[in-house]
């Protein structure tokens, strides 16, 4: 247990940051199922880009904040934008 006033705060702003994080992190791992589930659903291909475009967004804003880390976050669009090729593929 924390002492000093300065650790007792840095403790309550750690939780405050940890609740923030994982609420940011848990909305993105729902946009992505929801884009990976529309590449496998759907066959309008530039519904899928627009939502590729605003997942993407979405995934590099935490990795700006450091919520994730920057290679994981190039990782997940890298697989993002295979899934769409692959939508493409199947489409035609």
């Known amino acids: ?21 994982r609420s940011r992190k848990s909305a993105v791992r729902t946009q ?29 804003q935490l990795a700006a904040t450091g919520v994730i880390h920057k290679n994981n976050a190039a990782h997940k669009k890298s697989q993002m934008v295979r899934h769409l090729s692959d939508a493409k593929a199947r489409v035609q």
């Not at 247990?1 to 994080?21: G, H, T």
Request: proline content about 0%.
């Open 1 to 21: 247990m924390a002492n000093s006033l300065s650790a007792k705060k840095r403790i309550r702003q750690n939780e405050k940051r940890r609740l923030r994080n």
């Open 32 to 60: 992505i199922k929801k884009y990976m589930e529309m590449t496998r659903q759907s066959k309008d291909i530039t519904a899928i880009e627009t939502e590729l475009r605003v997942t993407q967004k979405k995934i590099d």
